[in-house]
């Protein structure tokens, strides 16, 4: 398992992508995308723009408190453990696998915050991850080397417990 040292997390609070202020601002970029959704608000908001997911990551939480917007997506599903603040085997695994052969629900039993890095990674290029910046909208990241070699630097942050 993979544990974000305290000193680096103010690295992660800055938006990995580009932000939108509302979801319906970036759909016109994601036409034709393989799409995948990180958090139960944005995976909610993109079903109720009319847009599936190929891969959705959910944890049944918003900042903390209950999410009662968990998405009733018809995707193979996955469950994993993943507590705050890591990135484990079974949840980087379960991201391969479902890029590899999506559509993929994977719910989280504790947090997934951070699967966007490993998400990146495993993503083909051209693919769109979204994920919800708190309190400011939606960011979203597309797939390029960049984006890779972004989450291979943020990655490196990580200690192994």
């Known amino acids: 398992m993979l544990r974000l040292p305290d000193r680096h997390r103010d690295r992660f609070r800055e938006p990995f992508g580009d932000l939108y202020p509302e979801l319906a601002d970036a759909l016109p970029m994601l036409e034709g995308k393989t799409v995948y959704a990180v958090g139960d608000v ?27 917007r968990t998405p009733l997506l018809l995707h193979r599903r996955v469950r994993v453990k993943n507590p705050p603040g890591t990135l484990t085997e079974d949840l980087t695994e379960a ?10 629900l994977i719910t989280v039993d504790g947090e997934e915050d951070l699967a966007v890095i490993p998400l990146a990674l495993a993503a083909p290029m051209g693919a769109a991850i979204l994920y919800g910046q708190p309190g400011e909208g939606v960011v979203v990241c597309m797939v390029t080397e960049s984006l890779k070699s972004a989450a291979k630097d943020l990655l490196s942050l990580f200690e192994h417990e």
Do not use: K, Q, W, Y
């Not at 944005?42 to 009662?68: K, Q, W």
């Open 95 to 104: 991201l391969e696998e479902a890029v590899a052969d999506p559509p993929v």
């Open 42 to 68: 944005v995976t909610h908001n993109l079903l109720a723009a009319g847009r599936d997911p190929d891969i959705a990551v959910i944890d049944g939480f918003t900042m903390r408190t209950p999410c009662n």
